[in-house]
């Protein structure tokens, strides 16, 4: 991976992650978490609207809007998992 795909991948993560967290009404963890979240989201987005044989264009803010669904989703399973442990 190049250093300029290094760097569009941080900048979708943080945005998709900060959608989410936006989203899900504070439920994000802060900037470097989010990013982490936002990069883990684009893969499980792409994984879901795989199966569900959707296709969001592409480019940049497809790929923004692939990653905040996924990221929306993973936030949502990390608060089920967090409210059932307590």
Do not use: D
Not at 4 to 29: C, N, Q, T
Not at 53 to 79: E, K, P
């Amino acid at each position: 991976m190049s250093v300029e795909g290094l760097i569009i991948l941080l900048v979708v993560g943080a945005v998709a992650g900060w959608l989410a967290g936006v989203l899900m009404k504070g439920k994000g963890f802060g900037l470097v978490p989010n990013i982490v979240i936002g990069i883990v989201g684009a893969f499980v987005g792409n994984y879901v609207m795989g199966l569900l044989n959707i296709a969001i264009g592409g480019g940049i803010v497809g790929s923004i809007i692939n990653a905040t669904i996924g990221a929306v989703i993973l936030l949502f399973l990390i608060n089920v998992i967090k409210k059932a442990t307590k």
